[in-house]
Each structure stands twice: as structure tokens, then as C-alpha cells.
């Protein structure tokens, strides 16, 4: 079984930038995503970028240009580095698969799907103060 813990989630001000971490243990198989995605109280969950098991890379609108994912193979983490902070950036922060046995997913897919299957971790609070 997957296993995800996210940590790295703080306290920051408008402006700021933060690390978000995913240590990853079990077996993920090749045609899997990894990802990130966020929820706001009282909002739904918005998937921000996910990567492939080979590094392709795709992200939401919200976080283009500011949040970039990278993953670590030797180590089993998935990142997630945030710059230019915004108050609405405040949320819970999920890393996640996103996958199924059938054919694998198109990075589209995969994007639309992060937040709502597959395994996820227990989350990490970020808090953007104005």
C-alpha cells in the first residue's frame, strides 16, 4: 500500500515562499502521477500540479508560473515550491497519486483527477497572512 506524509506547511506572509514536502513509501507503479492539491474551508478541492514517474510535469492555471513540482526518485519525496504567497493560497496542501490499471492517464487526466482518487496523505496547513 502507499503510504504519502506531507510536511513542510507554515505560517507565511503575502509575498513569501514555501517548500512543500511528500515522503512517498510503497510501491507506485510507473504509469501512476504524483501530485498536489489544496482545500480551502468551505471551498472544493482544486488539484495544482502533478508529475509523471518520467518528470512531465503539468499544472492548474492557479498555479502556474508561481508553484513548480519536482520529485526526488532516490529519496521518494515529492516537492512542491510556492513563491509569491497569496492570502487565498491559504488552504490544506494533499500530495496524492492519481492512476488506475487501465491505460495510463494523459497529464490532462491526471490534473483533473489528483484531488478526487487514488491514495493521499493526511495534509499540511499552509496560512498566507496580508
Known amino acids: 500500500e502507499v503510504q504519502l506524509v506531507e510536511y513542510g506547511g507554515d505560517a507565511v506572509q503575502a509575498g513569501g515562499s514555501l517548500r512543500l514536502s511528500c515522503a512517498v513509501s510503497g510501491y507506485v507503479p510507473s504509469t501512476y502521477w504524483l501530485g498536489w492539491y489544496r482545500q480551502a474551508p468551505g471551498k472544493k478541492r482544486e488539484g495544482l500540479a502533478v508529475?509523471?514517474?518520467?518528470?512531465?510535469?503539468n499544472y492548474a492555471d492557479v498555479a502556474k508560473g508561481r508553484f513548480t513540482i519536482s520529485r526526488d526518485s532516490a529519496n521518494n519525496t515529492l516537492y512542491l515550491q510556492m513563491t509569491a504567497l497569496r492570502p487565498d493560497d491559504t488552504a490544506m496542501y494533499f500530495c496524492?497519486?492519481?492512476?488506475?490499471?487501465?491505460?495510463?492517464?494523459?497529464?490532462?487526466?491526471?490534473?483533473?483527477?489528483?484531488?478526487?482518487?487514488?491514495?493521499r496523505g493526511q495534509g499540511t496547513q499552509v496560512t498566507v497572512s496580508s
Open positions: 508529475i509523471s514517474m518520467s518528470g512531465i510535469t
Open positions: 496524492a497519486t492519481a492512476g488506475s490499471s487501465g491505460p495510463p492517464m494523459t497529464a490532462s487526466q491526471a490534473l483533473s483527477t489528483v484531488d478526487n482518487f487514488g491514495y
